[in-house]
């Protein structure tokens, strides 16, 4: 078993900056990917970002050049920095741990909601 821990979400105006985190912890388990997800209201849950055990990156393209998914591999700690924020980046957004425990295994965070908004 896997859980992973969100924290950073809030209300912030546009053009604001905001830092999420999702700390995965457990027992006999090994990280190949980790990555945020959204989901708005009225939408299908959507990837944003999402860094695999090698550093290799992936992004959404509504979100290019504004946020920045990072690890501390350490700490098996995922990180989004998210910059220049707008009205419709407002969403639940949930951290999703991909793990092999040993076999391969698939977690979702509690999500978090970010608000941005004037």
């Known amino acids: 078993q896997v859980q992973l821990v969100e924290s950073g979400g809030g209300l912030v105006q546009p053009g604001g900056s905001l830092r999420l985190s999702c700390a995965a912890s457990?027992?006999?388990?090994?990280?190949?990917?980790m990555g945020w997800y959204r989901q708005a209201p009225g939408k299908q849950r959507e990837l944003v970002a999402t860094i695999f055990r090698g550093a290799r990156t992936n992004y959404a393209d509504s979100v290019k050049g504004r946020f920045t998914i990072s690890a501390d591999n350490a700490k098996n700690t995922v990180y989004l920095q998210m910059n220049n924020l707008k009205a419709e980046d407002t969403a639940v957004y949930y951290c999703?741990?991909?793990?092999?425990?040993?076999?391969?295994?698939?977690?979702w965070g509690q999500g978090t909601q970010v608000t941005v908004a004037s």
């Open positions: 999703n741990g991909q793990f092999r425990n040993p076999d391969p295994v698939n977690y």
């Open positions: 457990g027992s006999s388990f090994v990280v190949v990917a």
